[in-house]
């Protein structure tokens, strides 16, 4: 049993597409880069191709891929719903960005407008991303104020760190985005700390005691368990991470998707050669790849619902 790969892609790359497609609409609303059409094949490009492995990835996650469809149709209720409908709406601003761009404008103010309705639509998809998991009252770890923010944080600062190193590779001013990867980057640092206090810090108000109505005979434990073989619950949000190893992956990650891309970014605001700038945002894309990638799996490791006391007793 381990956390499920397809959700680990899919919220790692679409985060960092989305942070990436608003960090790009955000520099030409405000005329930061130049309308070089080579910049945004690329910058687009790679931003898309995050943006669908991730929604594609997702599907793999579904028992029947092929009715995955019909999920757009509880939008009232559901933020799963949300997240579907809001990404497919993200790609229309998108295009109009990426075909002015490359191609030229059709419109005047064609680029203008699809940059400056791509970012609140990418920021939505963000938050219903994150409000897929914090809205879950079952999972005492996501059930948090600080889950879907810091979804959208992390989300905008990988984001950031590509589009640092886009710049620095086409040898523009990378500056400027350096100082906001940098600025996200430590508030994603702060955020993440106070998210793993309240997981520690949390009520353990589920417990096999309280759901049994035993507790004032002693500890509750199942006599056998209820099944022959592990279930979606159990495969998805049974897995137990030791303490000791939760710790480590906790400061792996604090050093390479925080520490390493942070200090990266603040040497990259000195004056310094375009080589030792393009060195520096590769040594940051790689550090914050590997370091989202292992707290995402630590995200979903430390998730446990709250039906998996009637299979171990304990708490969730």
Known sequence: MHPAYSVILFTTASGAGYGLLIGLAIAVALNLVPRDPMLGFVGLGIALALITAGLLSSTFHLGRPERAWRAFSQWRSSWLSRE?????????????????????????????????????????????????????????????PLVAPLYVVLGLATGGVLLTGLLAVFGLDARWAAAASAVLLAAGWLMKARYWSAVDHAAETHTAEAATGLGRFGTVRPLDPPHTQPNYVMREMGYQVARRHAEKLRRITSVLLFAIPLAACLLALLPLPRAVTMALAALSIASATAGVLVERWLFFAEARHVVTLYYRGGTA
């Open 84 to 144: 579907g409908i809001a990404s497919l709406a993200t790609y229309v601003p998108a295009g109009l960005l990426g075909l002015g761009w490359v191609f030229g404008e059709i419109v005047p103010g064609q680029m203008a407008l699809g940059a400056w309705l791509a970012v609140p639509c990418a920021l939505v998809t963000l938050w219903c991303t994150g409000m897929i998991y914090a809205s879950l009252p079952t999972i005492r770890a996501w059930y948090q």
